[in-house]
């Protein structure tokens, strides 16, 4: 059996969508020949948005895991400015006004010095201990890092050149961070800096992989180096024995964070809308994850927030069960100057559990020809209240006649599953090390 070490600044008790690739990359490596060994961030030192135990018990038995230390910005800032860490990490720091001096400051140096993320401190203490296994351990045959944060690419850049080992940098958004870098104080010779550091990071890696078609392309196109694609997916096992709510309600149901570039805006005109009209007298909105307060806030101003219900952070087992109970899955695209681009990795789940997504995107996007594809639902362009309004129409008298409109099938989803994207990715470290 050949062996890989994989570095993943996320990974269980980290909870959050950044967690689940690699988590399932190692789960199923060994199906295909590849035994992995991990090299993360010991949970004590590190910056998790959200935290989620369960998971744990994905990772396969005897799988060894290097939990290393690392120095945390976050903590600082959170001193600094006076906020809990949680709020430094999560959805809201974003969001968050930062009128004071000490936070725009604090976002100023996020944005400019920590560089090419704020978990760079994890980068010499994950580098010594990557190369204290790989002296007294048995030989690693590749290297694969996953990324955001980017950092964990220069850790596997250091060891690969170090020790001749071929290296699969993982790309899972772009690098520089596009969302990011609109909604801080990025300065233009920071964003320079952060192109170097990539440029010369990535020239050493074996291959390269991203998510989406239009990541590769612009990765491509920004570095001049090849990106081969495997998409994100879902674990057919994660929808087994799913428990179902049944409330008697028509539930528009979103799961994980919303932030201010992926407020649904539209959404709020519209209910309100259809309940001034009198339509729709047994919808609610559920909202599963992190929030942020513009969200709260637009809710407020169309008179619409009190047919939210709000259900804080989750396991990712408890969030599948709000997914597979939805009578519509919403999935707002984030409002940044590459949005046809992106491909959220909860679409995968979405199309999983077969339910009608409404997406809030560019229509011509990628997402949206995922949707199509796959039977799975419709993009509706953020402008486009009036069509938004109409399908919702269409759903619910279907809900209400008792014959809901469906979503993806199974045998349509199934091509996203997880174990074959980990057959995708063995193939290539295959190819890297035969002979």
């Known amino acids: 059996m050949k062996r890989v070490l994989f570095i993943s600044y996320y990974f269980p008790p980290s909870g959050g969508s950044g967690v689940q690739r690699p988590l399932k990359f190692v789960k199923y490596f060994r199906e295909f020949n590849w035994d992995p060994t991990v090299l993360t961030v010991d949970p004590k030192f590190a910056s998790f948005p959200d935290l989620d135990h369960a998971l744990e018990a994905d990772i396969p038995a005897n799988v ?118 609109e909604s801080l104080p990025t300065m233009r010779l920071a964003r320079k800096i952060d192109l170097a550091i990539r440029d010369k990071a990535l020239q050493l890696a074996a291959g390269r992989i991203v998510v989406s078609e239009d990541l590769g392309t612009s990765m491509e196109a920004s570095s001049g180096l090849k990106y081969d694609l495997i998409r994100n997916g879902f674990d057919p096992e994660d929808f087994e024995d799913v428990r179902l709510i049944q409330d008697g309600t ?64 989750v396991p990712h087992e408890e969030a599948l069960t709000h997914t597979c109970s939805a009578s519509v899955l919403v999935l707002p695209i984030n409002r940044v100057s590459n949005s046809a681009g992106i491909v959220t990795g909860k679409i995968y789940e979405y199309l999983a559990a077969g339910r009608p997504v409404l997406g809030l995107g560019d229509p011509e996007g990628e997402a949206s020809q995922i949707l199509r594809e796959s039977g799975g639902g419709r993009m509706f362009d953020y402008s486009n209240e009036a069509g938004i309004a109409d399908w919702i129409d269409s759903l619910y008298e279907a809900w209400v006649l008792g014959s809901p409109l469906l979503g993806a099938s199974p045998e349509r989803a199934a091509a996203y599953s997880r174990r074959s994207q980990t057959g995708q990715l063995v193939r290539m470290l295959d190819s890297l090390t035969e002979g």
Not at 296 to 310: L, N, P, Y
């Open 64 to 181: 060894r895991v290097i939990r290393t230390r690392s120095r945390d910005p976050y903590a600082a800032y959170a001193k600094w400015t006076g906020r809990k860490k949680s709020d430094a990490v999560g959805v809201g720091f974003l969001g968050a006004e930062h009128t004071s001096f000490k936070e725009k400051m604090a976002r100023w140096v996020r944005a400019n010095a920590f560089l090419p993320d704020a978990r760079r401190g994890w980068i010499r203490f994950a580098r010594q201990a990557g190369d204290q296994e790989i002296q007294d351990s048995a030989p690693f045959d590749a290297i694969v890092s996953t990324g955001p944060p980017h950092s964990a690419h220069l850790v596997a850049s250091f060891l690969s050149k170090k020790h001749g080992i071929p290296w699969v940098a993982d790309i899972r958004d772009s690098w520089p961070d596009v969302a990011y870098a």
């Open 250 to 313: 028509f539930t528009l149901v979103h799961t994980g964070n919303l932030s201010p570039a992926r407020n649904p805006l539209p959404l709020w005109p519209v209910l309100a809308a259809g309940r001034a009209a009198g339509k729709w007298q047994l919808l609610k909105i559920v909202l599963v994850g992190n929030v942020d307060g513009t969200v709260w806030e637009s809710a407020r101003k169309h008179g619409v927030d009190g047919m939210i219900e709000h259900i804080p952070y």
